[in-house]
């Protein structure tokens, strides 16, 4: 069983980060007088933040607005994040059975880690600014055979590279969406994971 890897999303999978999401926001608006929607913002998370911000700046400038909302995310986004219900019994879970654990997620990798550290859940490896293809690229490097997510892209890098994909619905999108995009099973929340990844697990264990 030492062998498992089971990967995580973070946001919306692990912790609910929409009040530090809207917070940083607030306090990019201050800086530069602009009033991007931090609230629609956080209730659609899952792409890049570059593609958000490209609905409100020219290309050239989307680089440093997203330098700045990621410092204002350091001191507001992070301390304003919290765990869903069942994600820190998720990661016991997979250590009880001898696994890896492992983050795969399109936040900054940094703001990443102090999420997790805010939340009080350490795992072994946090891979950031992944997203679609790329979390396919990293789940396959770390041999995945599991990866839990609550997007469609999230299902879809599962299907490609090899692992089990594991649909929460705790996100913006429906369990039938996520069944529809391809996801090998659906939670409702990770408080169901550990007897699922027991089940999951039973034929691999002597």
């Known amino acids: 069983m ?22 940083s926001f607030d306090a990019l608006n201050a800086d530069l007088g602009t009033a991007i929607d931090g609230e629609l913002i956080a209730s659609r998370l899952g792409p890049p933040l570059e593609l958000e911000m490209a ?20 001191t507001l986004g992070a301390p304003g994040c919290s ?22 997620t399109a936040k900054f990798e940094p703001n990443a880690h102090l999420c997790l550290e805010h939340v ?4 072994d490896h946090v ?9 396919a690229e990293t789940l396959l490097a770390y041999g995945a055979h599991i990866y839990v997510g609550d997007t469609t892209p999230d299902i879809e890098a599962a ?12 996100g913006p999108v429906s369990g039938e969406d996520l069944l529809a995009a391809g996801a090998d099973v659906v939670l409702t929340s990770l408080v169901e994971f550990p007897a699922w990844l027991r ?4 034929p691999m264990r002597p």
């Not at 062998?3 to 917070?23: E, H």
């Not at 609905?55 to 909302?69: H, L, M, S, T």
């Not at 069942?86 to 696994?99: F, S």
């Not at 089940?199 to 039973?202: E, G, M, S, Y």
Request: a negative charge.
């Open 2 to 23: 030492a062998s498992l890897v089971v990967g995580f999303d973070l946001d919306m999978t692990l912790i609910d980060p929409r009040p530090g999401v809207i917070a």
């Open 55 to 74: 609905a409100y700046f020219p290309a050239d400038e989307i680089d440093g607005v997203c330098d700045r909302y990621r410092a204002h995310y350091a």
């Open 83 to 104: 765990l869903l219900p069942g994600a820190a019994e998720a990661v016991d879970a997979v250590r009880a059975l001898g696994g890896t654990t492992l983050v795969v």
């Open 120 to 123: 009080g859940v350490a795992v």
């Open 127 to 135: 891979v950031g600014w992944r997203h679609g293809p790329q979390k």
């Open 159 to 170: 299907r490609t590279s090899g692992a089990h994909a594991v649909g929460v619905a705790t």
């Open 199 to 202: 089940r999951f697990t039973a």
